[in-house]
DNA sequence: GTCTATAGGAAGATAGAC
DNA sequence: GTCTATCTTCCTATAGAC
């Protein structure tokens, strides 16, 4: 195999655990499957990594902010409040319809990480991070609209949260698009009643 | 140790695994652990059940049927509408923060079926029993009351269930008592306007 | 039905050559 | 840095005595 730096390498075999968990869930992605997947043998991972804790962690570290994005870049304000709500979920919706393998680890990972001793910190920044991306975008329209809102940003953001969150576990369960999307309709409904 | 019948067996051996499960996470629920905590030794494990996939099925059926049982509790109809919403979150937030554990094995026996072939339908179990336990009860308010739906039962049930599983989720990283009870306050106002 | 003992395999991690 | 080969431990499951 071709040489390469080890932060390179770390890189590569964090997304090649990435894959394979995704693929086969946090269980079955053993270091030598891992391996595999980034077409290195199990002694490249252990020079790259001191235990596959430390593999995991940087899985984690890396899962998280690229969910944090996900949810960021859905949430960009636009022309109107309804929009920028409607707009928003629909947005994120999509990536969970299309990435539903994705969304799957990142719940098996939050799991993992409230069992496994010194890593709570990973699981509650995950929480805490997606709590300030909607912080933020209330804020933001709060200052550019003359919205009055009905009850402290924190609730309305960790509202929101929950409910997403509720909604893609309900999703990955059942399927069922067109319930889903009737449920955010419901939610979108009560989100301009609360920031009218 | 004292001699039992095989279904005696089974039981207890369903519910020491979800004793260690709940504890130690499922990962690290071993056969010998769940053995051990039972007080028995391995071989009367297998002599009960076939394989360690049939035990969690057993684990997760009893499971499902058990926190189906703690939601239909909490759903009990009171004296007003707003008292019915208010008293069944109440009553069901109680639950989750007496027994976190539980809640979080929920989650973890959740994915563990998503994962495992042929385990699907277990999760898809849970989460139609949830749906249907809201919608029952919302159909009996429907009619004890004159109450107007703005929104279809199943799409009140759905975003019932949505949001309860996301906010007990919420809770169970980042704890925060009082965020959970002022998201709550939110929810419930919104549920009375839904079915004023 | 319950036990001790063990088969058989897969896991994480390491040794040492290249 | 990367490899093959191996160590050690722990797992699920079984065998066979009682």
């Known amino acids: 195999m071709a040489r390469m730096p080890s932060a390179r390498r770390r890189e590569q075999l964090t997304e090649a655990a990435i894959t394979t ?3 086969d869930g946090v269980a079955k992605a053993t270091t030598r ?6 077409g290195v043998s199990l002694s490249v991972f252990h020079y790259c990594f001191d235990s ?15 969910s944090v994005t996900v949810v960021r870049e859905a949430l960009r304000p636009r022309a109107t409040l ?8 629909a947005a994120y919706w999509e990536h969970v319809r299309d990435h539903p393998d994705e969304h799957m680890l990142t719940y098996e990972l939050t799991q993992y990480a409230l069992r496994e001793p010194g890593f709570g910190h990973l699981a509650r920044r995950q929480y805490e991070l997606y709590g300030t991306a909607y912080s933020e975008l209330i ?6 609209r003359d919205l009055q809102l009905r009850v402290p940003v924190s609730v309305l953001a960790r509202y929101l949260a929950a409910v997403t969150d509720g909604l893609t576990l309900n999703y990955l369960v059942l ?3 067109s319930a889903w999307n009737d449920v955010l309709d419901t ?3 009560h989100i301009a009643a609360l920031v009218a």
């Open 21 to 23: 968990m995704a693929r």
């Open 139 to 144: 804020e933001q329209l709060h200052r550019s």
């Open 175 to 177: 399927g069922d698009e």
């Open 52 to 66: 596959k804790q430390a593999l995991i962690e940087s899985v984690i570290t890396a899962l998280t902010d690229h």
């Open 82 to 89: 309804e929009e920028t709500v409607r707009a928003g979920f």
């Open 187 to 189: 939610v979108t409904a």
């Open 33 to 38: 499957a891992i391996a595999a997947e980034a």
